[in-house]
């Protein structure tokens, strides 16, 4: 772990956001900070909560886009929509105007919960933290990057999702560079050679720093 940091001992509340390219780790690394006691605020999962059946989002995307977007579930129909976005970006636009403001919303709920709950630590875990500019990063205090080189992210979401080599660089191709990202973050977690075991005490230390 790089940018090695000794944050004051006051009973203040951090806001971390932690992020990093596919394959690099970063679930895996939320995921021991929550064990630790970090409070985990999961970007994608509310994204994702508010088009499944009966999210909050359900009822603006049937009256903007038709309720053939709307899948027999109740959930939004995600192909349909990946081809209207590819060929529209004003449809992408639209969606985002639908879906932004409501994740900000279940956000704060969800910072507010924690708070009022004792936390000191909330883990924001968003995967496009450094390609939505100053719209998260304002929110946070720290960003925390889980770093690794490209040929790893290749292969480890090769082995977990069987996707093909082209496949995966197209998702890489889409998403902030490694030199991009490293130029956002304050603390570097480099997981790459690393085993669970050692990956962990690199975590335990970040988390000490914060006082968990």
Do not use: Y
Request: charged share 20%.
């Amino acid at each position: 772990m790089t940018c090695m940091m000794t944050p004051e001992t006051t009973q203040r509340t951090w806001r971390l956001g932690l992020t990093g390219g596919i394959g690099s780790g970063k679930s895996t690394v939320a995921h021991m900070l929550a064990t630790r006691g970090a409070a985990l605020i999961d970007a994608d999962a509310i994204s994702r909560g508010l088009t499944a059946p009966g999210g909050r989002a359900m009822a603006a995307i049937a009256q903007n886009f038709g309720p053939h977007m709307v899948d027999v579930h109740g959930a939004m129909d995600r192909q349909a929509m990946r081809t209207l976005v590819f060929q529209n970006p004003q449809a992408k636009q639209q969606l985002e105007a639908i879906i932004h403001p409501l994740v900000s919303q279940i956000t704060d709920e969800q910072i507010q919960a924690a708070v009022q709950g004792g936390r000191r630590v909330l883990v924001f875990d968003v995967p496009l933290l450094v390609e939505s500019g100053e719209r998260w990063r304002k929110k946070v205090d720290k960003v925390i990057l889980v770093d690794c080189d490209v040929d790893t992210q290749r292969h480890r979401v090769m082995s977990r999702s069987g996707l093909a080599a082209e496949e995966i660089d197209r998702i890489i191709a889409l998403q902030a560079t490694r030199a991009q990202r490293l130029a956002c973050a304050d603390v570097v977690i480099f997981n790459q050679g690393l085993s669970l075991t050692e990956l962990d005490a690199q975590v335990a230390q970040l988390a000490a720093d914060f006082g968990l």
